[in-house]
């Protein structure tokens, strides 16, 4: 059974950069596959797909365009986790983020239990 | 942003049906895409609900069931009961190019 476990920084100030990471149980972050997703939750943007990471033969990555000029997300093989980046933070950044895995039928089946990050000084 | 619209609210007394639905575009739905359906308790990530607009993952009760339509998707809950009380969320893969996944803008579902 894949697990998804989040952890990193909830308060961030604005204009730095946001970091989080999750660490894959049950599943090997460079399976040929699965991805590896960050989706975000806010009341003003509601839920909102960020970007991917995934392995076939090499890595690639895809991002959303609303975010696509900030976001790094990169896997970590050493501890099959992957983290996402976020530069150049601003209060619309406050948001539930999440790290999931599509299944069958490309669904999110998988999701991390969620980190509130809010972009303050 | 959101780009799949659901209402706001609905509302329903303990054994009734209601149902949730999602519009989208020639870009998602209507491109024929699949749909999926999440439930979030508060606190909680989403959780699957319905998969490829129809299906049920194991444990889900059967009162929950979906279907698809055009450029519409559409969430039904008969015998509605009280922990059934939560947010729902449709989703599908769009192809605009600027994001890949979209997401509904969520429904509340009150149990009277």
């Known amino acids: 059974q894949v697990q998804l476990q989040q952890s990193g920084p909830g308060l961030v100030k604005p204009s730095q950069t946001l970091s989080l990471t999750c660490a894959i149980s049950?599943?090997?972050?460079?399976?040929?596959?699965?991805?590896w997703n960050w989706i975000r939750q806010s009341p003003s943007r509601g839920l909102e797909w960020l970007g991917r990471?995934?392995?076939?033969?090499?890595?690639?990555?895809d991002y959303a365009v609303s975010v696509k000029s900030r976001i790094t997300i990169n896997p970590d093989t050493s501890k099959n986790q992957f983290s996402l980046q976020l530069n150049s933070v601003t209060p619309e950044d406050t948001a539930v983020y999440y790290c999931a895995s599509p299944g069958i039928d490309d669904a999110f089946d998988i999701w991390g239990q969620g980190t509130m990050v809010t972009v303050s000084s | 942003q959101s780009v799949l619209t659901q209402p706001p609210s609905v509302s329903g007394a303990p054994g009734q049906r209601v149902t949730i639905s999602c519009t989208g575009s020639?870009?998602?739905?209507?491109?024929?895409?699949?749909v999926h359906w999440y439930q979030q308790l508060p606190g909680t990530a989403p959780k699957l609900l319905i998969y490829?607009?129809?299906n049920r993952p194991s444990g889900v009760p059967d009162r929950f069931s979906g279907s698809k339509s055009g450029t519409s998707a559409s969430l039904a809950i008969t015998g509605l009961q009280a922990e059934d009380e939560a947010d729902y969320y449709c989703q599908s893969y769009d192809s605009s190019l600027s994001v890949l996944y979209v997401f509904g803008t969520g429904t509340k579902v009150t149990v009277l």
């Open positions: 049950g599943d090997s972050v460079s399976s040929n596959s699965a991805a």
């Open positions: 990471t995934y392995y076939r033969s090499k890595w690639y990555n």
């Open positions: 020639s870009s998602n739905i209507g491109a024929g895409y699949d």
């Open positions: 490829g607009n129809s």
